[in-house]
Each structure stands twice: as C-alpha cells, then as structure tokens.
C-alpha cells in the first residue's frame, strides 16, 4: 500500500476512534448530556467498541491506530521503518480531528456545563495520584498488554478435517476491543489508560485551542508520560516477541 492510502485510512480511523471515545467521555461528564453520571464501566465499554469502529475502517493500512503499536510492529520486522513517520503523523491529525468532532458534537452541552475548568479529562488523561515515574510505568505496563497481544495472540489455523481451529485472532478487531475494555477495567485507574500517544496529546492540543468557556489547564506538564509511558510500552512487547521462540 501507497504512503498516501496509509496517512488517509490511519487519519480517518483515527479520527473515529477519538470522535466515539471522547463521545464516551463526554456523554458521562457533561451534566446536560442523557449518559451523564454512566461512570467507568460505560467509558470503558466506550472506548473499546471506538477502537473496533476505528480499527475497522482503517483495516486497509493495518489499521494501527496508535503510535505503540507501529512503535512494536516496527520493532518486530512487521511494518517497515519508513512508514513509521507516516502512521505517527496520520494518527496524530486524527485524533486531533476527532477531538474537535467530538467538541462539535456536545457544544451545547459544554456551553452549559457548570464546571467547564473541569472538562479536560474528556479530551486527554491524567493521574488520580501525580507521580510521574508510577504514572509512566502504569502506562508502560497497560500498553505492553495491549501490543504484546496484538503480536503473540494467535492467528486462525487451517482447517483439520473440515474443521477450523480459531485462535484469538479470529475475532479480529472485536478481540482488540475487549482487550482493551480489559486494560481500562483492571490497569486504567491510576492514569485513565492512555495506552496510546496519538490519542491523548492530538486531542490535548485541540482542547488547548478549542474555544470552551472557562476551561481549564491542559496540563502540558504531564503530557510526556502517555507519549513515552506508551511508547516505551510497546517496544517491551516487541522485544519479547523477539525473544520468543518461534
């Protein structure tokens, strides 16, 4: 596949993963909204049908969607290192992309709601207990879950006597999004799980330029923690998968 068709299917699958996952967020947050009040396990459940959703749309370029995983494939021999630039710019503008359909989606709702310096957290992460050293290495260990199933979970097997053996993969995107329920569930507590650079810092900087009443900080302090934490993540779950044997 074409550079080109690369950045346009990573930027559109992108983009629906954050419009469906900050969607989620903000259907919870905001007091005018229908979900408000819906709590973690709807966040949650949220964000892993987001990833399936964006995951399938962008199947044609391998459907990455987050810079650790292209960061693990790459490590891992299965996605050349000059189309890693490409997958981290596409997903980058999609989530800043999503970030703002997401914005345009609940204005109304934003306008009206009655703590609007505390609507950050619909956009980006950030830790219940600030430490930057045991907020990376929550990250680091969600995100090492994630891509180390991507690369070990095991693919369909050939059929024997008619009939087909599945492996975890055979769920295909569907199984990526329980995956990731599961990390939010049991390892998102302690920083709200990122797992995925692109789609906290794309989405911080449009809350940092979105013209919501009286909002707060975007916390630029803390936004290297879900950009390394993630990145860091993903190149372990690679070298482990290096290290296996075959």
């Not at 939010?184 to 979105?210: F, H, V």
Request: proline share 7%.
């Amino acid at each position: 596949m074409s550079t080109g068709s690369i950045f346009v299917w990573e930027t559109i699958g992108t983009a629906i993963l954050i419009l469906l996952g900050a969607g989620v967020v903000a259907n919870t947050v905001l007091k005018n909204a229908l979900g408000a009040g819906g709590g973690w396990l709807l966040v949650n459940f949220g964000w892993g049908f987001a990833v399936f959703a964006g995951a399938s749309v962008a199947a044609p370029s391998g459907a990455h969607l987050n810079p650790a995983v292209t960061l693990g494939l790459a490590i891992a021999g299965k996605t050349p290192w000059d189309q890693v630039p490409v997958y981290f710019a596409a997903q980058l503008l999609g989530a800043f992309i999503g970030a703002v359909l997401a914005w345009l989606t609940y204005k109304l709702q934003f306008d009206t709601h009655d703590d609007p310096a505390g609507t950050r957290g619909i956009f980006c992460t950030g830790p219940t207990v600030p430490s930057p050293a045991w907020n990376t290495i929550s990250e680091v260990i969600g995100t090492f879950v994630l891509v180390a199933w991507v690369l070990l979970s095991p693919a369909a097997k050939a059929a024997t006597d008619g009939v087909p053996q599945f492996g975890n993969s055979a769920l295909g995107y569907a199984g990526v999004a329980f995956v990731v329920i599961g990390i939010g569930n049991s390892l998102g507590g302690p920083t709200g799980y990122a797992i995925n650079p692109a789609r906290d810092l794309g989405p911080r900087i449009a809350y940092a330029i979105l013209p919501i009443r009286d909002k707060g900080s975007a916390e630029w302090g803390y936004a290297w923690v879900p950009i390394v934490g993630p990145l860091i993540g993903g190149a372990l779950a690679a070298l482990l998968y290096l290290a296996l044997p075959v």
